[in-house]
Nanobody
Framework: QVQLVESGGGLVQAGGSLRLSCAAS????????MAWFRQPPGKEREFVAG????????FYADSGKGRFTISRDNAKNTVYLQMNNLKPEDTAVYYC??????????????????WGQGTQVIGTS
């Protein structure tokens, strides 16, 4: 049974930091590229960051460049999103996602095979 379980969300003041984790099981984690997406209240789901199978390539949406860092630990079947200098506009439900094939565009939601249930991040001013 495939599972992606996010954790680490919460309430944080502007300028604060959070580290999200996504624990994977039920598939060969190291054979999947991983990504984080988020869905702000009342908006569409959007790409945040993506990482290749062994972490050699990383991609970020403009909104998180310089503040967010994606990483993975294949020995622990876990992908992380370190978020620094959080802003109120970072408020969203954050989802991790996995796909078998390397995408031409990580920001494309279609094509991801597995999704987690999400973890809420609330940034306060």
């Amino acid at each position: 049974q495939v599972q992606l379980v996010e954790s680490g969300g919460g309430l944080v003041q502007a300028g604060g930091s959070l580290r999200l984790s996504c624990a994977a099981s039920g598939f060969t984690f190291s054979s999947y590229v991983m990504a984080w997406f988020r869905q702000p209240p009342g908006k569409e789901r959007e790409f945040v960051a993506g990482i290749s199978w062994h972490g050699g390539n990383k991609f970020y949406a403009d909104s998180g460049k310089g503040r967010f860092t994606i990483s993975r630990d294949n020995a622990k079947n876990t992908v992380y999103l370190q978020m620094n200098n959080l802003k109120p506009e970072d408020t969203a439900v954050y989802y991790c996602a996995a796909r078998r094939n390397y995408p031409t565009d990580f920001a494309t939601i279609n094509g991801f095979d597995y999704w987690g249930q999400g973890t809420q991040v609330i940034g306060t001013s």
